[in-house]
């Protein structure tokens, strides 16, 4: 097991424990689909090496 998944089974004395999420949503929502958190994690790694651009806030046309 690892020590993350340990510590997390883990309870401290006097403090309740926060309930896992189970969203049924998690699966069927594009955002958590394989291609897009690859996208995402590329787009952070580029961050990190400073490949980012500064703009101002796209405003939500609210459609």
């Not at 699966?27 to 996208?39: I, K, L, R, V």
């Amino acid at each position: 097991m690892k020590l993350a998944e340990r510590y997390a089974k883990q309870k401290a004395p006097g403090v309740p424990r926060i309930p896992r999420l189970k969203s049924p949503h998690l699966h069927t929502d594009p955002f958590y689909s394989g291609a897009n958190q690859s996208y995402i994690l590329k787009s952070v790694q580029e961050l990190r090496a400073g490949k980012g651009q500064a703009h101002e806030l796209i405003e939500d046309d609210g459609d």
